[in-house]
């Protein structure tokens, strides 16, 4: 297995020569979204939930549409309150000690 580390090590050292790392690295993460499309989906979700954009850059990073984006988000955050059913309920509980 060092071998192969060995080998790949290599390989990024000859690029390194050609490429910046911060351009190495984006071609890689293009290449990744090609492979596997589904990763652009939770990254734009995730910047999205954290605020960090909106929710027409979240579509256009995910290649939906901002109501076909909506209406996964919609679907995406339904399961994830329901799976934490507890943290909910003291949410409610706060809210009403409030009023």
């Given at each position: 297995?060092?071998?192969?580390?060995?080998?790949?090590?290599?390989?990024?050292?000859?690029?390194?020569?050609?490429?910046?790392?911060?351009?190495?690295?984006?071609?890689?993460?293009?290449?990744?979204?090609?492979?596997?499309?589904?990763?652009?989906?939770?990254?734009?979700?995730?910047?999205?939930?954290?605020?960090?954009?909106?929710?027409?850059?979240?579509?256009?990073?995910?290649?939906?549409?901002?109501?076909?984006?909506?209406?996964?988000?919609?679907?995406?955050?339904?399961?994830?309150?329901?799976?934490?059913e507890a943290?909910?309920?003291?949410?409610?509980?706060?809210?009403?000690?409030?009023?």
């Open positions: 297995m060092s071998l192969k580390v060995s080998a790949f090590q290599k390989e990024i050292n000859v690029l390194l020569k050609k490429y910046s790392e911060e351009d190495l690295l984006k071609e890689a993460i293009r290449a990744l979204f090609v492979v596997n499309p589904q990763l652009k989906i939770e990254v734009a979700l995730e910047l999205y939930k954290e605020g960090e954009i909106s929710l027409e850059k979240a579509a256009e990073i995910a290649g939906m549409g901002v109501v076909e984006f909506r209406e996964f988000v919609s679907k995406k955050i339904k399961r994830e309150v329901g799976s934490n943290e909910l309920k003291k949410r409610i509980e706060k809210l009403k000690s409030m009023i």
